[in-house]
């Protein structure tokens, strides 16, 4: 029996229902919500389903968030899906798990942990899951196998029907009419923004200097937004980009002819060696590593005025600043890293965290 941790990190969930899939003749799975955004993230459990195999499906309905369009896409016999509504009335007990079992003639995968069937759960979240592959007979699979019937079989999973689903929608609807209400509402944007501020001001400084460095990347438009878009930055060098450590923070100086201040991020993940071209300007770039951005206005700040309140610059007027950012990063002090801190999060109004 091999037991493995996947946190979506340098290995994802949907990695491995992907390769689960491969060889597996049924499936189980229990969940507290599913969408159709985990269908496209894991195209293999629909493919299963089109060459005969049997995957049952039960989902929670307790939050309103299945995506029952979805989860009918598996009533296709041998496959079949069912929802849970927990009889708790109150709200304060709900249908939680979060279990899949694939299993074929050979061998038995299991996947026990915090991922709901959702592109979020299978590849974009942060979350904790235990990939177990053993024997069919082991009691480990048994155990779950065992678990996915009962709750099954039980009276509170049924399937979806049209009086249930007009009633599903109905509820639906009206929460997401609530919410949009609450978003719309001046105070609660307020707190929102007030909150993500708070949480950009506690990431950046809740660590001692020797613990944490900051670091100013210098990069093109182009790559600029394929570093964004990628959450990854990448150097040809493996001894400079080696120094940036998970923990540390990131600042992205975007070159002519913008030149200006366009992010924040910390690093999230250690350097690794990749091979597949991701900028704009056809580089490589094989030494990588992973981050979450924390700031980022709409407008980038302008870079020049911030020269004079640099230490990387003497703190004065330099008329030849831009020639200390030929390079492709350069360390910045903690007085340089509060400096651009203050400055995307009064650009951003409060700061947007993604």
């Known amino acids: 029996m091999d037991i493995t941790l996947l946190d979506n990190d340098q290995r994802t969930v949907r990695d491995a229902v992907e390769e689960a899939c491969a060889g597996a003749a049924s499936v189980r799975i229990a969940v507290a919500f599913a969408k159709g955004s985990g269908l496209a993230a894991a195209p293999a459990l629909e493919k299963l389903v089109a060459r005969g195999g049997g995957v049952r499906v039960l989902a929670g309905v307790d939050f309103q968030l299945t995506d029952l369009d979805a989860l009918l896409r598996f009533e296709r016999p041998p496959s079949a899906a069912r929802v849970y509504l927990h009889p708790d009335a109150s709200g304060k007990a709900v249908f939680h798990p979060k279990v899949y079992l694939f299993e074929s003639s050979e061998g038995a995968t299991a996947l026990v942990g915090s991922s709901n069937l959702t592109a979020g759960g299978l590849a974009g979240n942060v979350e904790a899951n235990l990939l177990i592959r053993a024997d069919p007979n082991e009691p480990v699979v048994q155990h779950v196998r065992a678990f996915h019937a009962r709750l099954w079989n039980s009276g509170l999973a049924f399937q979806v029907t049209p009086r249930f689903r007009d009633h599903y929608a109905q509820l639906q609807q009206k929460r997401h009419e609530v919410e949009l209400s609450l978003r719309a509402e001046a105070d609660f944007s307020r707190a929102q923004r007030e909150l993500r501020a708070a949480v950009v001001e506690a990431v950046t400084s809740y660590r001692s200097g020797a613990e944490r460095h900051c670091w100013l990347l210098i990069t093109s438009p182009e790559n600029y937004i394929r570093n964004i878009q990628g959450r990854i930055w990448g150097d040809e060098n493996r001894r400079r980009i080696a ?77 030849t600043w831009g020639q200390r950012l030929q390079a492709s990063m350069r360390s910045l002090s903690p007085h340089d890293c509060e400096v651009l801190r203050t400055a995307l999060v009064t650009a951003t109004d409060g700061a947007e965290v993604a």
Do not use: C, N
């Open 243 to 319: 120094q940036v450590k998970p923990g540390d923070l990131i600042y992205f100086y975007i070159t002519r002819p913008m030149m200006v201040l366009g992010a924040m991020g910390v690093v999230t993940r250690e350097t690794y060696e990749d091979q597949p071209v991701h900028w704009r300007d056809g580089r490589v770039y094989p030494y990588r590593f992973g981050f979450t951005p924390m700031l980022q206005p709409e407008t980038p700040v302008p870079f020049r005025p911030l020269v004079a309140s640099l230490d990387l610059f003497g703190r004065k007027a330099d008329s």
